[in-house]
């Protein structure tokens, strides 16, 4: 089993930055990904940040020069900075981690983006 408990979500006003961190445990070897996704009001899940195992990261184009995912893998925690935020990136922030081809999820942490 694997457990992803996410933190740092929160109220910012446009322009404002955020720091979001999750914390994996559990059977945590052999892990092919980890990173992040959002799903807002009325719409589907949908990438954010994605660390592969090779440690190259996939941004959705939307988040692309404002977003920065880290992974500090002694503490088994991966982060996703976010700067210059947008009321469009207004969603609920998921945690994921891919291990032998299945996907973990977090319960989410509430990010909202209003002045």
């Known amino acids: 089993q694997v457990q992803l408990v996410e933190s740092g979500g929160g109220l910012v006003q446009p322009g404002g930055s955020l720091r979001l961190s999750c914390a994996a445990s559990?059977?945590?070897?052999?892990?092919?990904?980890m990173g992040w996704y959002r799903q807002a009001p009325g719409k589907q899940r949908e990438l954010v940040a994605l660390?592969?195992?090779?440690?190259?990261?996939n941004y959705a184009d939307s988040v692309k020069g404002r977003f920065t995912a880290s992974r500090d893998a002694a503490k088994n925690t991966v982060y996703l900075q976010m700067n210059s935020l947008k009321p469009e990136d207004t969603a609920v922030y998921y945690c994921?981690?891919?291990?032998?081809?299945?996907?973990?999820w977090g319960k989410g942490t509430l990010v909202t983006v209003s002045s």
């Open positions: 994921n981690l891919v291990r032998a081809g299945l996907n973990y």
């Open positions: 559990g059977s945590i070897f052999r892990i092919n990904a």
């Open positions: 660390i592969t195992s090779s440690g190259s990261t």
